[in-house]
């Protein structure tokens, strides 16, 4: 055989590698609820509300018991998603105000690190990360983008207000605004499929990011009828737009299971946040609720399926985070899950492949303006500018009822002075607008940290 031979040998050996390598690759989807209660879905035990879809990737895939976001409001828990990172680090503390503001154009998203990696990449549903078209998701790393630039929107068209040009909780199409017919869950589960259902070699990244079931209170008269049973007329229509999110990722999991691909789709499930006090959702047996930071607003439902790699359900204690998701999902992908800036996110799959590893977070932290936290194994800590410290061990109180923080003060100032280091790496907040509504809304529930005077995160009436 001679050299030339040899090498067009060597190069049809490389040729089929790369090609195999990409078909092992697996297709991912990555599902956001909006403000969806921590107890509201079948496989959390909701006695009411029901979401068998849900139900079934939670039985045949990895259900996180003690998964976190890194916020207990939308923009920041989405931008420390979006970079598996503490967006803290780069100041975007609160919700986004009007623009100019946005998140740090110097970060790294997820959807640039999946399209470095040869992937297909859009974005379905809620932004939420900046209005400008610097911060347009096209520009920030998704090849398409059907959804809305800001936080909530009505999930009916309404000419009267969609069409004004300039309205950034209107449904776009890569820069376009465009009408919509039906109901908006629905239409986003479908142009989800659409996107899934497009040819192309590449494997895809897909960010479903559903606006339910954060207000406005909407739902299909069919969908609310079938939840009679629920007296409170709000929590009924709550649960309509939960079932009709379930439906929706029902028929989206059905088209990638029909393509022949369900086997090597990695799928992720979480909520952005916990349930709000204007949604009726629970957070049960949580206290606290969207806002703040006891469970109840940072504690999520979080499901990981994918069936090549792990095949059996199971369900996996340790303390993990949205920024997992991120150095997750690359190193899934065959890439270097490192960055420049570095990450406070881990990549999970060494920790699910053995569970006899170390654990994926000894510590997370939380903070807002005046309102910070702090978990160290099972202990948290919680602390409020003008009212002092709460601490507590969820492993025997997981509601947060007992503040141990008067009978160990030891343990309150080790936490302490750990949890002010960390405050020492971030950088200052972008802006404070977007937090002020947060001094009035939940500094009335801060009775919670005495211990004594609460009923699950709210104040008693």
């Known amino acids: 055989m001679n050299l030339s031979h040899i090498l067009i040998y060597l190069a049809i050996i490389l040729s089929s590698t790369s090609v195999a390598f990409a078909e092992d690759r697996p297709n991912i989807l990555l599902i956001l609820a909006d403000d969806l209660g921590y107890e509201d879905l079948g496989f959390q035990n909701s006695p009411e509300i029901q979401s068998p879809n849900l139900d079934r990737l939670a039985a045949n895939g990895i259900r996180f018991t003690d998964a976190h976001t890194t916020a207990s409001v939308c923009s920041p828990s989405r931008a420390g998603l979006m970079t598996g990172r503490y ?27 999946m399209r470095q990696a040869g992937y297909r990449t859009g974005i379905i549903g809620k932004w939420h990360l900046g209005n400008l078209d610097s911060q347009y998701p096209t520009e920030r790393g998704f090849d398409y983008f059907y959804g809305l630039r800001e936080g909530s ?11 004004k040009l300039g309205n950034h909780h209107g449904i776009e199409e890569n820069g376009k605004q465009v009408t919509f017919e039906g109901y908006l869950t629905d239409v986003l589960g479908d142009r989800a499929i659409h996107f899934i259902e497009k040819s192309s070699e590449k494997p895809f990244f897909l960010y479903l990011s559903f606006t339910a079931p954060h207000g406005p209170m909407h739902g299909k008269d069919e969908d609310i009828a079938r939840f009679a049973h629920i007296e409170n007329p709000k929590r009924r229509t709550y649960a309509s737009m939960v079932w009709a999110m379930d439906r929706a990722i029902g028929k989206v999991v059905n088209t990638i299971d029909a393509r022949g691909i369900a086997d090597n789709t990695l799928i992720w499930f979480l909520s952005d946040n916990g349930g709000a006090t204007g949604n009726a959702s629970s957070n049960l047996p949580l206290a ?19 069936k090549n790699r792990f095949p059996q359900g199971r369900v996996f204690n340790s303390m993990v985070s949205a920024l ?43 903070h807002k303006l005046w309102f910070s936290a702090m978990r160290e194994g099972p202990w948290k800590l919680i602390y409020v500018q003008d009212y002092g410290y709460a601490l507590y061990n969820l492993d025997n109180d997981l509601s947060e009822r007992h503040d141990l923080s008067k009978i160990m003060p030891e343990r309150v100032d080790k936490m302490t002075k750990s949890m002010n280091r960390w405050k020492e790496e971030l950088s200052e907040p972008q802006w404070k607008e977007g937090a002020q509504w947060f001094d009035t809304h939940s500094k009335n529930h801060i009775r919670i ?3 004594d005077d609460y009923l699950i995160g709210y104040p008693k009436q």
Not at 87 to 112: C, K, S
Not at 294 to 306: A, K, L, N, Q, S
Not at 328 to 355: I, K, M, Y
């Open 87 to 113: 967006q803290q680090r780069f100041g975007h503390e609160a919700n986004v105000p009007p623009t100019p503001h946005g998140m740090d154009l110097n970060e790294i998203t997820l959807g640039q690190k």
């Open 324 to 366: 997992d998701i991120l150095p997750t999902c690359v190193a899934a992908a065959g890439g270097d899950p490192s960055s420049e800036r570095p990450l406070d996110g881990v990549n999970l799959l060494p920790f699910l492949d053995s569970p006899q590893k170390t654990v994926p977070h000894e510590k997370l932290f939380w």
């Open 153 to 163: 929107r009505s999930y009916f068209y309404n000419p009267k207000k969609d069409d």
């Open 288 to 306: 606290g609720f969207k806002g703040i930071k006891f469970e109840g607003g940072i504690r999520v439902p979080f499901v990981m399926h994918w």
């Open 449 to 451: 940290i005495n211990g």
